[in-house]
């Protein structure tokens, strides 16, 4: 199963629809979680965890690859999104888990979502995954190309339909426990 995890909140957003569609072409889920995290504090990130963490992790766990489809926020990644994966580090889920993502952004945005990219990978270099790159794409996704929280142009979805192919050959049950070992936690 891929999970499948939104770096935006907003209602009718480009990026929540490419996943949306990327359920359409394969074992897959989406998170809806993130409205929910708390702000992450290392203080915090002990036994007894939030229940919204518990669940994040739990999700993370369970799964056999993660897609992520984000916005750029001032340059970056959006503040929610962040504070997301930033939960995900001294759990370790992610650790060895297969990973890509989708870059949605239009032609029109200054970078192209470029620099949230960037970002996107250093944190999921540090967090210890296995970048799927092959199954990393740029996909930009025009408003009148989404109805009904879905991606209807044929091309654009045959491209989403791509990208969960190749993150699904890429994943097997067994990249889930990867080698045991854990990234060493934040300061």
């Known amino acids: 199963m891929i999970l499948l995890i939104s770096g935006s909140l ?3 957003s480009g990026n929540s629809a490419v996943l949306g569609t990327a359920t359409e072409f394969g074992d897959a889920r989406i998170y809806d979680g ?3 995290l708390p702000h ?3 203080d915090h990130d002990r036994e007894p965890l939030p229940a919204a963490v518990v669940s994040l992790r739990e999700e993370i766990r369970a799964a056999d690859a993660v897609l992520f489809c984000t916005p750029e926020y001032a ?3 959006p503040g929610a999104f962040k504070n997301l994966l930033d939960w995900t580090i001294g759990g370790g889920e992610l650790y060895g888990k297969p990973v890509a993502w989708i870059n949605a952004s239009s032609v ?3 970078t192209g979502g470029a620099d949230a990219h960037e970002s996107l990978r250093k944190v999921l270099t540090y967090a210890g995954t296995r970048i799927i790159d092959e199954a ?3 996909i930009p996704v025009p408003r009148d190309a989404v109805a009904d929280g879905r991606v209807i142009a044929p091309d654009l979805r045959d491209r989403i339909a791509a990208v969960v192919r190749r993150l699904a050959e890429s994943a097997t049950p067994a990249s889930r426990s990867a080698n045991g070992q ?3 936690r934040p300061e």
Request: charged share 20%.
């Open 10 to 12: 907003r209602a009718g």
């Open 34 to 36: 993130m409205d929910g």
């Open 40 to 42: 992450f504090n290392p």
């Open 75 to 77: 340059g970056g990644l």
């Open 108 to 110: 029109a945005a200054p």
């Open 136 to 138: 990393c794409a740029r």
């Open 182 to 184: 854990r990234p060493p």
